[in-house]
DNA sequence: CGACACATTGACCAGACTCAAAGCTAGTGG
DNA sequence: CCACTAGCTTTGAGTCTGGTCAATGTGTCG
């Protein structure tokens, strides 16, 4: 029988899948009912490195996450950051060869689930399946709207979108309210996530503040001006695929 | 009873598929049972279009197509290039608004398949819904590849990179051989690809010509010094998670 | 044959990068 | 509890990759 915290994390995880669909009571004590193996992670620590073959999944349980490649001389992409509810590296479910890290941002208590009960899930519960499966192409989603910014957007427009997405996926489990989130990023991880240096995020930083879109202390961000921050980024959160909207 | 041409469209998946994964004899007949449409399309249409809840699926049968998505101001980012066997839209099935748009590059032939259909044969065959789960998966490996050039590679290092892949993608189903290959991007294609603009892009290739890494003309793509250029463009194929790997 | 889209080249420009030097700030250990 | 430190932020000065604008060449298709 699951334990008090197996409840808490697989809760946790409902949570998140109710933010992008409707679970039925059947599906929910399927997932309440998986097993996982607690641990608490030091901020800046790889979960999986380019090149495992990991053997379970990796939930967020509390703390942020994010994915990255390094190039040979040191030059990183970062691909994603996660929060709680999150599932990384779903991914490797189905593709066991992982092409990029993924690490802790902050200290981080996160649940592994065996590969193993997952795929078993997926099997007696199909529309999960589809469900998990959905995750991993809103995931794939968020990928494309990175491009667009990473291709074709300034620097300013591409700095407003992110904190556009990151405030509304927070939103989404109920992490941000009143247009004040959670932030816990360097100007060099943005710059990383962004194809930016870290000195030309603090420029744009600088102007954003100037005109007072947003507020950004101590790991806080405040959007001072919601409505103008999405249309100088010309932000359309369908991407999203939100089941509860709130933009 | 599938006609010839259904045979035909369905073989293709089929052999797509086989590039990333063994199949049993029971699922190969599961997917050339499948009812297909035909349809011959012009170059540059587009299939689906941003915002659609398309009902269906688009296999590509001959041809080229591209994913794009397009802002206010006309600026394009390119998401992917497809060629035959692909199934460029089957994030559809559990997404049902298209935030990009899907259109033919080249005069194409596709097969639509109803999104009924490939449901029933992910629930009848858990292992095709593996597979095709798996092939997003592998699209959105595929992303982030692009995303590492678009914010951290140079200009020269990316094309590089965009061409050992689709070389490598070509091989893959059998479209290509001797480092030769069907090319039909225009440069400014490939700049919305990449980031660039369509001069910085004739720039490249001329340096690239000027090193003897490739020959490019009249839609066709010569690779003269394989190792060379996946030196430059630290191409590593893991990505692709081909099965009958031939880097 | 003509039109139109694409490729190529040159001249000039700018957004973002590099390098460098100070300030801050949050942990750490004494 | 505070001083130290390491990493992060901020700013300035100068540079460069890649963009803009524009003209001309080339190829392909009706």
């Known amino acids: 029988m699951p334990s008090a915290p197996n409840q808490h994390a697989t809760a946790m ?25 607690l641990h608490t992670l030091a901020a ?4 999986v490195r380019d090149g495992d073959k990991p053997s379970h999944c990796c939930l967020i349980l ?6 990255y490649k390094l190039l040979g001389d040191g030059r990183r992409q970062i691909f994603s950051f996660h929060i709680p509810g999150d599932v990384p590296d ?9 092409d990029h890290s993924l690490a802790t941002l902050t200290k981080a208590t996160v649940a592994f ?26 995931d794939a989603a ?39 989130c959670p932030l816990p990023l360097t100007q060099i991880d943005i710059a990383d996530a962004l194809g930016m240096t870290n000195v030309h995020v603090n420029r744009v930083l600088k102007e954003m503040r100037g005109q007072a879109l947003i507020t950004l202390r101590s790991q806080t961000l405040v959007i001072e001006a919601w409505d103008e921050l999405l249309r100088v980024a010309e932000f359309d959160p369908t991407y999203l695929h939100l089941e509860h909207r709130a933009a």
Chains 1, 2 share one sequence.
Do not use: N
Not at 13 to 37: G, M, N
Not at 114 to 138: A, C, M, N, Y
Not at 156 to 179: I, N, P, R, S, T
């Open 142 to 180: 968020i990928f494309r709207a990175w491009m667009v910014g990473l291709g074709r957007r300034s620097a300013f427009e591409q700095v407003a979108h992110l904190f556009c997405e990151l405030y509304l996926k927070l939103q989404a489990v109920g992490l941000a309210v009143h247009y004040r």
């Open 113 to 138: 689930i065996p590969h193993e009960s997952l795929q078993d899930l997926t099997l007696r519960h199909p529309g999960l399946g589809t469900l998990f499966w959905r995750d991993t192409l809103i």
């Open 44 to 47: 800046r620590q790889d979960i």
């Open 62 to 67: 509390d703390g942020w996450a994010y994915r």
């Open 90 to 98: 779903l991914q490797s479910l189905h593709v066991p060869t992982m």
């Open 13 to 37: 995880l409902i949570r998140k899948l109710e933010s992008i669909a409707t679970l039925s009571d059947e599906q929910r004590q399927a997932i309440l009912s998986l097993p996982v193996r």
